[in-house]
């Protein structure tokens, strides 16, 4: 199997790539369109501001090739953001593969949220053997609003959209790759999507 992480300079790849390294994944790190096109699988992580990393897509082209891709696509963290309509955090125009805009925490809690948290309500195959309750790592200050295209629910301040699915396109809030023994399960389940 091809899994191609998708490296367009906004992502903390080289956890992910150890994280499928011990799966006996050899995944490719690539910005190449005809490589992320060939690829069986693709990543698409991200780290960082989302203005920013919406201007490397571009710059790239891959703003453009991620909508239409047909294999399964992860996006990770700010790449699961950067798939949504919009993101209040630069005023940025996502990809709109997922019909919902992301938002800010008030500061009513502590931004960003950082640490272990669980997920509920799941309602996916990439959730195959994982327990309602489980706990993710997550680092964020903006959330996905809650949406038909939900497919995992977590509690921070209130309720919000923590995995989504349409298609062949998902979208992780929380990274699976640092998230222990379930995390590596939503990985494996992916490969196996």
């Not at 891709?69 to 790449?79: A, F, R, S």
Request: proline share 3%; glycine share 8%.
């Amino acid at each position: 199997m091809k899994l191609v992480i998708i490296d367009y300079g906004a992502g903390n790849i080289k956890s992910i790539q150890f994280a499928f390294k011990r799966l006996g994944i050899d995944a490719v790190l690539s910005n190449s369109p005809e490589e992320i096109m060939a690829a069986d699988r693709i990543i698409f992580p991200g780290v960082g501001e989302a203005s920013n990393a919406m201007q490397m897509l571009k710059n790239s082209g891959l703003d453009a090739l991620i909508p239409n891709l047909k294999q399964p696509v992860l996006g990770i963290c700010l790449g699961m953001q950067l798939m949504c309509n919009h993101s209040e955090e630069g005023n940025t125009k996502g990809l709109g593969i997922f019909d919902v805009d992301i938002k800010r925490f008030s500061n009513v809690v502590k931004v960003p949220q950082m640490g272990w948290n669980t997920i509920s309500n799941l309602k996916s195959e990439l959730f195959r053997g994982i327990e309602d309750g489980a706990f993710m790592y997550l680092v964020h200050s903006f959330y996905a609003e809650q949406c038909k295209e939900e497919i995992a629910t977590t509690h921070y301040e209130f309720d919000y959209a923590s995995a989504l699915q349409k298609d062949n396109f998902y979208g992780v809030q929380f990274h699976p790759e640092k998230s222990s023994i379930a995390g590596a399960q939503i990985l494996k389940n992916f490969l196996m999507l």
